[in-house]
C-alpha cells in the first residue's frame, strides 16, 4: 500500500529558528495536507495544497506540493514556544482515504 | 475552518462493558466520516470508513464486531467498543471531509481517550 517517509522524525530547536521537515511517497498525490497534533487532542488542519508546485503560506508557516506529486515541505520560520508538538503530513489521492507521515516531534528550547 | 466535535473527551470504563463515542459535523454536512486510533508516539492507524446511510468500510485487521460504526445522520457518525479490554486502550480521533472531488480537507475531532481498566 501507499506509505508517507516523513522526515526528520523529531527536532531540538532553539526559540527563533527556522524548522523544515518534508514527506516523501512512492506514489503520487493529488492533495497534500500538514496538520499539528497537540498532546491530547485532534489534529488540526494547518495547510492545503491541490496544484503540483504550488506553493502556500499559512501566517509564518509555507508549505509546497513537489511538482512531481510524490513529495511535499512545510517551513516554519522564526519559531515560537507554541509551534511544539507533532506535525503530520498527509496525502490524497481523488476521494481515496488519507495516508498519513509517521509525524515529525517539535521541541523547542526557549 | 469545519469544526467537527467529539464526546468524551476522556473515558474510563470497566473491562467487558461497551463505550460510545460521538462525532458530529457542527457547521456541515458529512456523507463521509473517519475513525482511527492513535498509539502513543504513533501516526493515525485508519479503523474505518463511516458512510451515510449504508454500512461502515474496515480496515484490514480491524473486527467490525468489536468496533461497531453507525452513521444515522450527515452529521453524526458513532463509534462502539464492544466488551472493552484493557488492550483497546487507545486514544480514538474521527474526521469528515469538506468539499468535493480532488479538492477536500479533513477536520478532526479532539480526540477520546480510552482507557479500560
Known amino acids: 500500500g501507499q506509505q508517507l517517509n516523513q522526515s526528520p522524525q523529531s527536532m531540538f530547536i532553539q526559540e527563533g529558528e527556522d524548522v523544515s521537515m518534508n514527506c516523501t511517497s512512492s506514489s503520487i498525490f493529488n492533495t497534500w495536507l500538514w496538520y499539528k497534533q497537540d498532546p491530547g487532542e485532534g489534529p488540526v488542519l494547518l495547510i492545503a495544497?491541490?496544484?503540483?508546485?504550488e506553493l502556500t503560506s499559512n501566517g509564518r508557516l509555507t508549505a509546497q506540493f513537489g511538482i512531481t506529486r510524490k513529495d511535499s515541505f512545510l517551513n516554519i520560520s522564526a519559531s515560537i514556544p507554541s509551534d511544539v508538538g507533532i506535525y503530520f503530513c498527509?496525502?490524497?489521492?481523488?476521494?481515496?482515504?488519507?495516508?498519513f507521515g509517521q509525524g515529525t516531534r517539535l521541541t523547542i528550547n526557549p | 475552518g469545519a469544526v467537527v466535535s467529539q464526546h468524551p473527551s476522556r473515558v474510563i470504563c470497566k473491562s467487558g462493558t461497551s463505550v460510545k463515542i460521538e462525532c458530529r459535523s457542527l457547521?456541515?454536512?458529512?456523507?463521509?466520516m473517519f475513525w482511527y486510533r492513535q498509539f502513543p508516539k504513533k501516526s493515525l492507524m485508519l479503523m474505518a470508513t463511516?458512510?451515510?446511510?449504508?454500512?461502515?468500510?474496515?480496515e484490514q485487521g480491524v473486527e467490525k464486531d468489536k468496533f461497531l460504526i453507525n452513521h444515522a445522520s450527515l452529521t453524526l457518525s458513532t463509534l462502539t467498543v464492544t466488551s472493552a479490554h484493557p488492550e483497546d486502550s487507545s486514544f480514538y480521533i474521527c474526521?469528515?471531509?469538506?468539499?468535493?472531488?480532488?479538492?477536500?480537507?479533513?477536520?478532526f475531532g479532539q480526540g477520546t481517550r480510552l482507557t479500560v481498566v
Open positions: 495544497l491541490y496544484k503540483a508546485g
Open positions: 457547521d456541515f454536512q458529512a456523507t463521509t
Open positions: 498527509a496525502g490524497q489521492l481523488g476521494a481515496q482515504k488519507l495516508v
Open positions: 463511516s458512510n451515510e446511510g449504508s454500512k461502515a468500510t474496515y
Open positions: 474526521s469528515a471531509r469538506v468539499g468535493g472531488g480532488s479538492n477536500t480537507e479533513a477536520f
